[in-house]
């Protein structure tokens, strides 16, 4: 096992409790419960954090840091492999662990996509909260522009117009009442299905 690669699976699985490393190598161990992790927690996102920084150190050409930058995205990352992709941490390691750049930015686009749909499938279950479904359709966007420029120009915008509509359907309660519009769960229904269309979900 190359010293990157295993440097990754050290980091990340270490740091979540989901990976311990023997002398045949890397291996599972108990994660912790994904319900632990909040989808609609306020703040910064990490997966998008720690894109930005391992896409900067792979354009230095330092992929030890690359590595370590996802480290910080463990619990996401946990998530998602444990409930939209399996083999995604793998995949993301391969990656690294060949220096192909595209490669990685392939994969993280699949974990992009699973975040975006995990949180629209999160908004379409509150949608009589509107204050929770509206963040999540708001993080939804943010994870869409966060990785826009590796999809296709037409899909991205096919995406953003899904997002527009999901927003607008979850309605609004107005001020005091004034201007209040209902949700309509059958728009909203449409609107999602037209993002996972664009997005090859």
Excluded: C
């Excluded at 998602?80 to 793998?90: N, P, R, S, W």
């Excluded at 943010?142 to 607008?168: H, N, Q």
């Excluded at 359907?169 to 309509?184: C, E, L, R, S, Y």
């Amino acid at each position: 096992m190359s010293t990157i690669r295993k440097g990754f699976l050290v980091a990340i699985g270490l740091l979540a409790g989901g990976l311990a490393v023997g002398a045949d190598g890397v291996g599972p161990l108990a994660v912790t419960p994904a319900s632990a992790y909040s989808y609609a927690a306020a703040g910064k996102e990490p997966l998008i954090d720690a894109r930005e920084a391992a896409l900067k150190a792979i354009g230095e050409k330092n992929w030890d840091a690359a590595a370590q930058a996802f480290a910080g995205a463990k619990d996401e990352l946990v998530y998602l492999e444990d409930h939209h992709h399996a083999g995604l941490q793998k995949e993301l390691a391969d990656a690294v662990q060949a220096r192909d750049e595209a490669a990685v930015r392939a994969v993280l686009k699949i974990a992009f996509a699973a975040e975006i749909d995990r949180r629209l499938d999160g908004a379409q279950q509150n949608m009589k909260d509107y204050q929770t479904a509206k963040v999540l359709v708001i993080k939804a966007r943010r994870f869409l522009d966060a990785f826009s420029g590796d999809i296709d120009p037409a899909k991205r915008k096919a995406a953003e117009d899904g997002l527009t509509a999901a927003l607008a359907a979850i309605g609004n309660p107005g001020v005091f009442g004034v201007g209040a519009k209902t949700a309509d769960p059958e728009a909203f229904k449409q609107a999602y299905a037209s993002v996972k269309a664009a997005l090859g979900l």
